[in-house]
């Protein structure tokens, strides 16, 4: 595979400032977008989880084609990484557990419960340098960024943790669409960038996308 040119992006981000492994909990909507953004940085090699098949509800709001419907998730986005950039997209057909993480782990999942499971594994984890958690609901989205061990982090982190019944009930027909999962995905592109290159990011992002503002 011929690597990409990344001329233009050379003094915002190179591949080898890419400081630590990648794993992508979730390829829906959000995470569909955030592996091939983060491929199209340079991001060397992306472990990515989820157990889930391409099903034509998908289809609007996720990265996946016509011809991906019945494929795992997982191994569509990596065919499709592989046509746009020259990481390496590593499929995990799975759902996750408590499998071993190391460096910066992202999660694009879309339930509280299944977010309280992976805290569970990565909180005071010394080997996870950084744990994104993206959200996304109607026009809003949250993104929560927290290092496992630091005191503060935790705690403020878990003020926003609570299980899937006390979340707001959104309206199935109101919870994706495109602009809000490639925008969201930006957001993590951009973070992801911020804390390889500079070391630091802002510790919760909150965008409506219908009034165009920071919250």
Known sequence: MTALNRSRQQDLFRPEQALSAVTLIGAGGVG????LLLAKMGVPELTVFDFDTVEEHNLPSQLYRHEDLGRPKVEALADIARGFADGQVIPR???YADQSLAGLVISAVDSMDVR???WDRLRFDP???LYVDTRMGANLAVIH???PCDPD???RYERHLYPSKEASDIPCTARAIAYNTFGVASMVG???RKWWVVGEVPRSLKMDFDSFTFL
Not at 32 to 35: E, F, P, R, Y
């Open 116 to 118: 309280l499971s992976i």
């Open 153 to 155: 982090d935790v705690k």
């Open 190 to 192: 951009a973070l992801v």
């Open 145 to 147: 960024c927290v290092r």
């Open 127 to 129: 080997n996870v340098a």
């Open 93 to 95: 057909a799975e759902r």
């Open 32 to 35: 569909s977008a955030i592996g």
